[in-house]
């Protein structure tokens, strides 16, 4: 599956931005899916995920309640929708997709998009 993040730009703190993540390729439904980002100079962290249902969720803890991920598989898209943004959100953000389970971990063996930046100003 070919990944491809849109929708990262420049906010001020406080604001909202939603990331998208189109897929194109094999069948998007079957997919995992979740976002991570990368702070420069430090390690991807994981940021959210969503199951192949939908139904499922789970948030680290330095989003919930700001962020909300969520999935067209009609459209074969991933959204992730974040509010009250922090200048310590800003970072490079990818999505990621697998066949299973979708670990807070970033594994080699999922599949990545390019990535989008998210600069938030204070």
């Known amino acids: 599956v070919r990944l491809v993040e849109s929708g990262g730009e420049l906010v001020q703190a406080g604001g909202s931005l939603r990331l998208s993540c189109a897929a194109s390729g094999s069948a998007f439904r079957d997919y995992a899916v979740g976002w991570f980002r990368q702070i420069s100079g430090k390690e991807r962290e994981f940021v959210a995920n969503i199951d192949w249902t939908g139904r499922h969720t789970e948030y680290a803890d330095s989003v919930k309640g700001r962020f909300t991920i969520s999935r067209d598989n009609a459209k074969k898209t991933l959204y992730l929708q974040m509010n009250n943004l922090r200048p310590e959100d800003t970072a490079v953000y990818s999505c990621?997709?697998?066949?299973?389970?979708?670990?807070?971990?970033?594994?080699?063996?999922?599949?990545w998009g390019q990535g989008t930046q998210v600069t938030v100003s204070s």
């Open positions: 990621a997709a697998v066949i299973g389970l979708l670990r807070h971990v970033p594994d080699v063996t999922y599949y």
